[in-house]
C-alpha cells in the first residue's frame, strides 16, 4: 500500500520533468515566503521520499540502527536539498521560509511536551466502560486545548493506571485514534498539521466553526465501538477504589499556568495582532522565544519526583525534532513542484480526491507535511500560492470545502498507523515502557484500524465529501 | 549473598559498566522491560538479554545496547518482574516488581516499583 502511494506521489510530482521542458520560463516560476524562485528539479523529491521511507521502516526492521543513526540520516538529506536551493538555484528565502516555519513548529511541541511530562495525574476509581468512554470523551475535547501530544502524554499514563487489573491492547489503541488523532481536529492547536495551516494564515475559528459535524460523527461512532469492545471485557469488575483516597489527584498542578501561557503564546504573532514586533530576519518570533523559555523553566521548577514518576525523557522529543527538520527542508520541492502541478490538472482535483489522498498519506507518513502538500494542491487548483498569507485567507472564503476535507483527511487519517502522527509512537513507548505488550506495526492496521477506522472515515466521506 | 528485602532495606546498590548490570542477589527473572523493548525470553538464545548467575550475585548482559547509560535518562528505570531463588516462582505473592536506576560511579539504584511508576506484569 505505502509503494502505491509513493508510487503515485512520484508520478504527480515526476511529471513536471516532461513540463519544464515545455513551459516558458514565467512559467515554472514558483512562490515562496512572498518571492518568486526557480521550479526545483523533480528529482529533487527524493531525498524527501528517502526520509519518509526510512521513518516508516526504521523503528520496525532496523531498530537499533535506526536509533543510533536517524538525526545525521534526516540532517544529511535536508543538508542536500538545502545545498541545491542555495547552490543550484541561489534561493535562499525557500530555504529561510522553511527553518522559520520550523521553529514555530517545534517550539509549540517541545513546550507542551515537558510542560506536561511536569504533570502527574492519579485517578482511582473504577475502570468501567462508562467511566472509560467519559474519559476518552474527556482526552478528545482537552486535545484541542494543550495538542494530541500535551493530551496524550498527560493523559495516558492516568488511564493505563486505571485499567490496570484489566489491560488488553485494545485499550491502547483506542486512546490513539481518540485522543491522539481524531479529538484534535478542532482547532489549530490540536494537532501539527492545523497549527501549519494557522501559520500560513487559516484563521484560528475557522476550524472550530467547519470540522465539528464531522469531529463529532468521528468520535461518536469511535466511542460507540470503543464501548462494545470495553463491556466484553470481563475483568471489568475487578478493579476496585482504594478506600481513603480522593478520586483524582494532581501533581504539579503549578504547571497548569505553563499551558495557558503556551496557549495564548500561539496567538502572539505579527500575523494576528498588529502589535506584536516582528524579529525578522531572525528565524523566530516573539511566541517561540515564549514557547522556548516556558519549557526551559516549566523543566526546571518540575519536581524530580514527578519526572521519575513519569519516566520522563527528552529523547521521544529529540527524535521529533531530528526528524522534522529533515522533513522540513527535503518537502520544500515538493510542496512548491505540487502547487505548480495542481494548477495544470486542477480539473481533476476534487473534494472527495482530497479527503481520501490526504487521508491516504496522512496515515502513512507524518500528517503535517501532507497537509501542507494538499493545501497547497488545493490552492494550486485555484491559481493561488500556498506561502503567501493573504492568498490562504482568500481561499479559506471562497473555497472552504476543500480546506475542510484536507483538515479532516489529514488528522482523522494519522490513527491509521503508528507513524501517521507523532503522538502515536510515544503513547506506543510509554505503553512499552509500563510493559504492555503492543501489536505490531501491521496487526495494529490489520486487526483494529483497517476494520474499526476505515468504515467510519467512509461514513464521514459518504456524508460530507462525497462530490 | 543478600536477599532482596536486605537489598531494598539497607539500600545496597548494583553496579553497571557498559552493557552490564551486576544485581547483588539471586533470582529467577520473568520479565525484564528496559526503555520500550519487553523481554521474556532469557534462554540462551536470546538475542535481549543473557543471564550469568554467579555465587553471590547476578550478571545481566543487555545484548542491544552498547552502554545502558547513553540510552537512559536519570529518571528512566529498568523494570523487572521476579522472584527470588529459593522462593515457588508459582507462587504469585512471590512476584516482585523493581525498578534499577543508573546513577553516578556505576552504581545501581534498586526500589520496589512504587505505585505511580506504571508496570503490568
Not at chain 1, 137 to 152: E, K, P, Q, Y
Not at chain 1, 158 to 187: C, D, H, Q, W
Not at chain 1, 269 to 283: C, N, Q
Not at chain 1, 361 to 375: C, E, H, I, K, W
Request: net charge neutral; charged share 15%; no cysteine.
Amino acid at each position: 500500500m505505502k509503494k502505491f502511494f509513493f508510487i503515485g506521489l512520484t508520478f504527480f510530482v515526476s511529471r513536471n520533468i516532461f513540463a519544464v521542458e515545455t513551459k516558458s520560463v514565467t512559467d515554472s516560476l514558483v512562490t515562496a515566503g512572498g518571492h518568486a524562485s526557480q521550479l526545483p528539479n523533480p528529482i529533487m523529491v527524493f531525498p524527501f521520499i528517502v526520509l519518509l521511507l526510512l521513518i516508516a521502516t526504521g523503528p520496525i526492521f532496523y531498530k537499533h540502527f535506526w536509533e543510533r543513526n536517524y538525526h545525521k540520516i534526516s540532517i544529511l538529506l535536508g543538508l542536500v536539498t538545502v545545498s541545491y536551493y542555495l547552490g543550484f538555484l541561489n534561493d535562499f528565502k525557500s530555504v529561510e521560509h522553511s527553518i522559520t516555519e520550523y521553529i514555530s513548529f517545534i517550539a509549540l511541541l517541545t513546550s507542551l511536551f515537558i510542560a506536561s511530562g511536569s504533570i502527574l495525574i492519579k485517578v482511582n476509581f473504577k475502570a468501567t466502560p462508562i467511566a472509560n468512554v467519559l474519559f476518552l470523551l474527556f482526552g478528545a475535547v482537552i486535545s484541542n486545548l494543550i495538542g494530541t501530544t500535551g493530551a496524550s502524554m498527560l493523559l495516558i499514563r492516568p488511564f493505563i493506571k486505571m485499567n490496570r487489573e484489566r489491560m488488553k491492547p485494545y485499550l491502547i489503541i483506542f486512546f490513539i485514534f481518540i485522543v491522539s488523532n481524531v479529538g484534535g481536529a478542532l482547532t489549530p492547536i490540536g494537532d501539527p498539521p492545523l497549527f501549519l495551516g494557522f501559520l500560513r494564515g487559516v484563521p484560528f475559528f475557522w476550524v472550530i466553526a467547519n470540522v465539528f459535524p464531522m469531529w463529532a460523527i468521528g468520535i461518536l461512532i469511535t466511542l460507540l465501538i470503543f464501548f462494545l469492545f470495553d463491556i466484553s471485557n470481563k475483568k471489568t469488575i475487578d478493579t476496585e477504589v482504594e478506600k481513603g483516597k480522593r478520586l483524582i489527584e494532581l501533581k504539579g498542578s503549578k504547571n497548569l499556568i505553563y499551558f495557558v501561557i503556551i496557549i495564548v503564546s500561539v496567538f502572539i504573532d505579527p500575523k494576528v495582532m498588529s502589535w506584536v514586533p516582528s524579529l525578522s530576519p531572525f528565524p523566530l518570533g516573539i511566541r517561540e522565544i515564549i514557547m522556548f523559555a516556558v519549557a526551559f523553566a516549566s523543566f526546571k521548577s518540575s519536581d524530580l519526583e514527578i519526572l521519575k514518576a513519569n519516566e520522563f525523557d527528552f529523547e521521544p522529543i529529540k527524535e521529533v525534532a531530528y526528524l522534522f527538520i529533515g522533513i522540513f527542508l527535503t518537502m520544500i520541492p515538493a510542496l512548491q513542484l505540487i502547487a505548480f502541478e495542481s494548477r495544470v490538472y486542477s480539473h481533476y482535483l476534487t473534494q472527495a480526491t482530497f479527503y481520501w489522498s490526504t487521508g491516504a498519506l496522512s496515515s502513512v507518513l507524518d500528517n503535517a507535511p501532507t497537509y501542507l502538500n494538499f493545501l497547497s494542491a488545493a490552492m494550486g487548483k485555484f491559481g493561488l500560492d500556498i506561502n503567501l498569507s493573504a492568498e490562504v485567507k482568500h481561499f479559506v472564503t471562497v473555497d472552504e470545502v476543500y480546506l475542510r476535507a484536507i483538515s479532516v483527511g489529514a488528522v482523522f487519517f494519522g490513527a491509521m498507523t503508528y507513524i501517521g502522527n507523532g503522538p502515536n509512537f510515544m503513547v506506543k513507548s510509554i505503553s512499552e515502557r509500563a510493559g504492555i505488550e503492543m501489536p505490531s506495526f501491521f496487526t495494529y492496521i490489520i486487526k483494529y484500524s483497517l476494520p474499526i477506522l476505515l468504515p467510519i472515515f467512509t461514513i464521514i466521506w459518504f456524508i460530507f465529501f462525497r462530490g | 549473598m543478600y536477599t532482596l528485602d536486605e537489598v531494598i532495606k539497607n539500600k545496597i546498590n548494583g553496579l553497571n559498566y557498559g552493557n552490564r548490570i551486576l544485581l547483588p542477589f539471586k533470582a529467577q527473572l520473568l520479565k525484564v522491560i528496559i526503555e520500550s523493548d519487553i523481554i521474556t525470553d532469557f534462554s540462551r538464545s536470546s538475542k535481549g538479554i543473557q543471564l550469568v548467575e554467579h555465587d553471590e550475585f547476578l550478571d545481566l548482559y543487555f545484548l542491544e545496547y552498547q552502554g545502558l547509560s547513553d540510552s537512559l535518562s536519570k529518571f528512566e528505570a529498568i523494570k523487572i518482574v521476579l522472584v527470588e531463588k529459593g522462593k515457588d516462582i508459582f507462587d504469585w505473592n512471590n512476584h516482585r516488581k523493581i525498578a534499577l536506576y543508573l546513577s553516578e560511579k556505576h552504581k545501581v539504584t534498586i526500589e520496589e516499583t512504587e505505585a505511580d511508576i506504571l508496570f503490568i506484569e
